[in-house]
């Protein structure tokens, strides 16, 4: 909600000010204004570390993050549509990588810790799962030692002395690269398991 009454001072600013009105003065309040929200956010979302909580919480945590990220963003290029409307001699022609690059970051981030987190939810049902049948006390004992082995794939994330949602902390593209790794052997042992049931 506090977004569209800042863009309307914004607006207000670009169309009357005599020194705020240009490009360079622009894209630093709107990287200013990224930033404050990308640092609101971090807080927001490591008040509880993610991986201490329940899985669904923090997938609810992220889903609101990157809501409201999202929001501000349209809501500029409402603002930049109605500018170059209103203002055709001076229109926003600012470049979007200029503008969003930490932005873009940290909502990547957050897509990649949502998946990471739905992935772990996921997961999470194999620890009830008791297969029947002739072949039922094996697939069962297979599908825990899957469940065990994801359990050590999230553990360096539970270890990390950086914070997941911080797009300052490169370390963690490398965890998630090798957690995907990891997942997709699992998700195949998981497929042959259930092709065995059968």
């Not at 008040?47 to 409201?68: C, F, H, M, Q, W």
């Not at 992935?119 to 297979?142: P, S, V």
Request: hydrophobic share 40%.
């Amino acid at each position: 909600r506090a977004f569209q009454p800042l863009f309307h001072y914004i607006l207000l600013v670009w169309k009357h000010s005599k020194e705020y009105n240009t490009t360079t003065r622009m894209v630093v309040l709107i990287q200013e204004i990224c930033n404050e929200i990308i640092q609101r956010a971090e807080g927001f979302l490591t008040e509880t570390p993610l991986l201490e909580g329940e899985p669904d919480s923090a997938v609810n945590l992220l889903k609101e993050s990157l809501r409201i990220c999202i929001t501000f963003k349209n809501i500029f290029y409402r603002y930049q549509t109605r500018a170059n409307q209103e203002c055709p001699s001076r229109p926003w022609r600012f470049q979007d990588s200029a503008l969003f690059a930490r932005m873009d970051a940290f909502l990547e981030r957050c897509h990649d810790v949502l998946d990471l987190m739905q992935t772990i939810l996921q997961f999470n049902k194999l620890e009830r799962i008791e297969i029947g049948g002739t072949k039922g006390k094996i697939l069962t004992a297979n599908v825990g030692q899957i469940f065990a082995e994801f359990n050590q794939a999230i553990f360096p994330f539970k270890m990390a002395e950086y914070s997941l949602v911080s797009v300052d902390s490169h370390k963690f593209e490398d965890d998630f690269y090798t957690f995907r790794l990891q997942v997709q052997d699992l998700e195949r042992r998981i497929a042959s398991v259930i092709m065995q049931s059968m």
